[in-house]
């Protein structure tokens, strides 16, 4: 019987030993978890302080000049303060509690800006690098305040690099199409066909330069041209034949042909096709 009961005892006091020891390792480890966690939410309080200290509550580093770099005729050069606030910028801000993803999104929605970068450049400057949209087009419409670029964006003219009064004028849209374009910030699609043809002369090198595009017409591109600055011409082409390096070649061929043998007509259709009518 005794040496049963020593037995019991032992192994009693053998697992309350083990027991102790395992309600000791958890309160260390609870204790080291807390511990660490105490650690990290000082080192962040530290870090935030030090960097409202030294940063974004630092005068050093507040707004004080803004600069603009475009292209070299690019509208918006030299208008560093009427950009800044049309895009919220304001002098004395914190260079480091701006927003400079909002800013670079607000510089797009500026109509005649295509893209833009926002920088800032310590201690207190903020660079705007923009590359403005190029005005290929006048839009008909009470005193042709619109210009557009090859892409069909709606700019207004007064705010539009290099616009000038001899640009090729489109006419057909209506101003509810041209302000609605303006007001979402997207292509004028009914345009677009005057436009290729308008980039596609100023790319062929040819003797040609267009004056006016209409696109009345759903069938066809009619428009008027001078061509070598001596003369005028009214040419329609087919609205859907975008071929129009090998049209514009053959009517030059076509008028060429007409001032050797001495026709003055002026007007060339050249949307049957295969055929060049002279009227």
Do not use: H
């Not at 993803?101 to 201690?123: F, M, N």
């Not at 209506?174 to 043809?197: H, Q």
Request: glycine residues 6%.
């Amino acid at each position: 019987m005794s040496t049963t009961k020593k037995n019991t005892d032992a192994k009693r006091g053998t697992s309350s030993s083990k027991s102790g020891s395992r309600i000791s390792r958890r309160t260390v480890a609870l204790l080291s978890l807390t511990l660490l966690a105490c650690i990290c939410a000082g080192a962040c309080w530290l870090f935030w302080e030090a960097k409202t200290t030294w940063f974004t509550r630092n005068n050093r580093f507040v707004l004080r000049s803004v600069r603009v770099v475009s292209q070299r005729d690019g509208y918006w050069n030299g208008k560093e303060r009427k950009l800044a606030s049309r895009i919220g910028l304001e002098p004395g801000t914190n260079l480091f509690a701006l927003d400079y993803r909002e800013l670079r999104l607000r510089l797009q929605d500026v109509a005649g800006i295509e893209s833009a970068q926002v920088i800032p450049v310590l201690p207190d400057t903020v660079e705007l690098r923009l590359v403005e949209r190029f005005p290929r087009a006048l839009l008909q419409y009470r005193g042709y305040p619109w210009v557009v670029d090859e892409k069909g964006y709606v700019i207004p003219r007064s705010e539009s690099m290099g616009a000038k009064w001899n640009l090729p004028i489109i006419y057909g849209p209506s101003a509810s199409a041209v302000n609605a374009a303006y007001r979402t910030r997207k292509p004028l699609e009914s345009i677009l066909p005057g436009l290729d043809l308008i980039m596609a002369v100023l790319g062929s090198g040819q003797n040609i330069s267009i004056r006016l595009v209409q696109l009345s017409d759903p069938d066809k591109l009619v428009f008027w041209i001078r061509y070598r600055d001596q003369k005028n011409f009214r040419v329609v082409f087919p609205r859907k034949n975008r071929g129009f390096a090998f049209m514009l070649s053959a009517l030059e061929s076509a008028i060429i042909d007409a001032g050797r043998a001495g026709d003055d007509r002026a007007s060339f259709d050249l949307s049957y096709k295969g055929q060049v009518v002279i009227d």
